[in-house]
């Protein structure tokens, strides 16, 4: 079994719970920390599930984490099914600094979702030539949780991912997502001084045939009902614009391809971007694509809570930002801007 019990305070490991008192040694602890000292290598995640499903008990009461237990108290346990330690024959662990990562970039949780705000560079699964991804890591760190993607990110595009922790998550958000109740903004940066005010792309997209194991996607009449709306934030004369994202279908490389075909190709997008510019801003210390989801929200069917999200331009992109109205000032160039959010 992957955890060791405390000798003082066994938990239950069989069909029945369990009652333990506390230690005179024990007295004044947060009652979080003494079970995750009595459930050794237990993810911490089971123990928080377990005290907010009410399973385990003070005094016959139920109890928060950060209660304090006092020498005597009766702590009922309940059953816990031993982990078992998972095959390392053929198997790659996920690095112990990706995981630590990972769960550090976690900003909400609860019974159904996770919340990640994803760093550009790390990918969402494995795959072409990578050993883990988030959801890899996340895995690894919660072994007894079914985690699934809810939705995708391309690798350098940053900003909140949603994972659910289980299959009944899955299927809920699955469902919002195809019927359109999940409203995500993006934040990029794009080419030359927008002058569409706010628009729709609605160009259906067709995933070509991979190339060197990458996918290429072309605006095709055969392909897939594809729309994005952009909407103006912020204009760096004519050197670029800053414009908040609406995805209306979520296709594989959908800003991308459509803000290109719209005569303004993203920043930093060496596919479908524009080798000049993305030369241009790479001199301002752009490394990467300029392409942020920046919030999302939704209602959750199952409690009829009200979700919302959001994260803020990462330091990398911000720092492009600032050096391009530094230069708008200078020249009195450009028109006023909306820094960070939409309008």
């Not at 050794?40 to 089971?46: E, I, N, Q």
């Not at 614009?241 to 279908?249: A, N, P």
Request: aromatic share 4%; net charge positive; charged share 30%.
């Amino acid at each position: 079994m992957s955890y060791e019990s405390n000798p003082e305070s066994p938990p239950a490991t069989g069909r029945k719970a369990s009652h333990v008192k506390v230690a005179e040694g024990d007295d004044g602890q947060r009652l979080d920390n003494w079970l995750i000292r009595a459930f050794k290598g237990l993810p911490k995640s089971r123990v928080y599930r377990l005290l907010r499903k009410g399973e385990v008990r003070v005094n016959g009461k139920r109890a928060k984490p950060e209660q304090r237990v006092a020498a005597g108290d009766d702590i009922r346990l309940p059953p816990i099914r031993p982990v078992e330690e998972a095959p390392t024959t053929g198997v790659r662990r996920a690095p112990s600094g990706l995981v630590e990562a990972v769960e550090a970039a976690i900003i909400h949780q609860d019974d159904d979702l996770l919340v990640v705000a994803k760093p550009s560079g790390l990918a969402v699964h494995g795959g072409s030539g990578l050993s883990h991804g988030l959801i890899e890591a996340l895995r690894a760190s919660r072994p007894n949780e079914e985690l699934e993607l809810a939705h995708r990110l391309d690798r350098d595009t940053s900003g909140l991912l949603v994972v659910a922790r289980n299959r009944p998550a899955l299927r809920v958000m699955h469902q919002l997502l195809r019927d359109g109740q999940v409203e995500k903004q993006y934040l990029t940066l794009v080419k030359g001084s927008w002058n569409l005010g706010k628009k729709t792309i609605d160009a259906p997209l067709d995933t070509e045939a991979r190339t060197a194991g990458e996918r290429v996607v072309r605006v095709k009449a055969s392909g897939k009902e594809s729309t994005t709306t952009f909407t103006p934030v912020d204009f760096f004369g004519a050197r670029a614009s800053m414009l908040s994202v609406d995805l209306g279908t979520g296709r594989t490389h959908q800003i991308r391809v459509h803000a290109a075909f719209a005569g303004h190709p993203v920043a930093g997008d060496d596919k479908y971007g524009d080798h000049a510019f993305n030369a241009e801003m790479k001199e301002l210390g752009l490394k990467r694509l300029f392409l942020h989801a920046q919030s999302l929200s939704f209602e959750w069917p199952r409690s009829h809570k009200n979700y919302s999200f959001s994260q803020p331009l990462p330091e990398d992109l911000s720092s492009v930002i600032d050096q391009l109205a530094a230069t708008r000032r200078k020249k009195g160039t450009g028109r006023p801007r909306h820094r960070g959010r939409a309008r």
